[in-house]
């Protein structure tokens, strides 16, 4: 059955390092999102690819960064992390358009200290 | 700019009482309009979802919402609650304009009293 993955699920790293999200899915999605979930503020857009070589900036792309090399992957970089960067990280995948459904993976909690 | 309005944070409800969650909508087109439910520990799962036609969208797990235009709203309801519909409810608005970009509320944690 086609996913979406998400890795790691859990991380913890210190404040000024640089972390990476990893994000794959197998439904061969032209789109990719990369969103934030965090309490009072339901999921938010940090970065978002129509297809391979296309990247987006969303409402809080501040201090993170997306590549995409390939269909499947969409990998979230934050160059240094910052303790407000705490959340819960969602990817995302839809097929094209505006009317598809986006697929969601089961997240990443990422604490920064 | 288009938004997305849940006025209720976390309702309770007894098992097996009627719901209806709250989802009110700001948009300069035709919206397309989305309940995705989370469950603890979980992603997002798509319920259901109003792109034109029937006001009346059925969803899955027994869920319905309807779009009324007048009052830019988007009610999810169910007529009879069970125990695993405890969840986070999050509404979703997109559109032509949004170039398959969809906004979402803030969610309404949803709690069900045996």
């Known amino acids: 059955d086609a996913e979406i993955t998400q890795s790691p699920r859990h991380k913890i790293t210190e404040t000024g390092r640089q972390v990476t999200l990893a994000c794959h899915q197998t439904w061969n999605h032209n789109n990719m999102f990369w969103y934030r979930q965090d309490l009072g503020h339901g999921l938010r857009l940090i970065h978002y690819?129509?297809?391979?070589?296309?990247?987006n900036k969303g409402e809080v792309s501040d201090g993170y960064s997306v590549s995409r090399s390939n269909t499947e992957d969409l990998p979230l970089t934050l160059e240094s992390a910052a303790s407000s960067q705490t959340s819960v990280y969602f990817c995302?995948?839809?097929?094209?358009?505006?009317?598809?459904?986006?697929?969601f993976g089961p997240g990443t909690r990422l604490t920064v200290l | 700019a288009q938004s997305v309005t849940q006025p209720d944070i976390h309702i309770t409800v007894s098992e097996g009482a009627s719901l209806e969650l709250r989802c009110n909508y700001s948009y300069g087109a035709t919206p397309y309009l989305f309940w995705y439910v989370q469950s603890p520990g979980q992603g997002l799962q798509l319920l259901l979802k109003?792109?034109?036609?029937?006001?009346l969208v059925q969803g899955i797990k027994g869920f319905e919402a309807e779009f009324k235009r007048s009052q830019s709203s988007f009610n999810l309801r169910k007529p009879s609650v069970h125990w695993s519909d405890a969840a986070e409810y999050f509404c979703a608005v997109g559109g032509y304009s949004s170039a398959s970009k969809i906004i979402f509320g803030s969610g309404t944690r949803l709690s069900i009293r045996p």
């Open positions: 995302a995948s839809s097929e094209r358009g505006d009317r598809d459904e986006q697929f």
């Open positions: 690819s129509y297809g391979v070589q296309d990247t």
């Open positions: 109003y792109f034109s036609g029937d006001t």
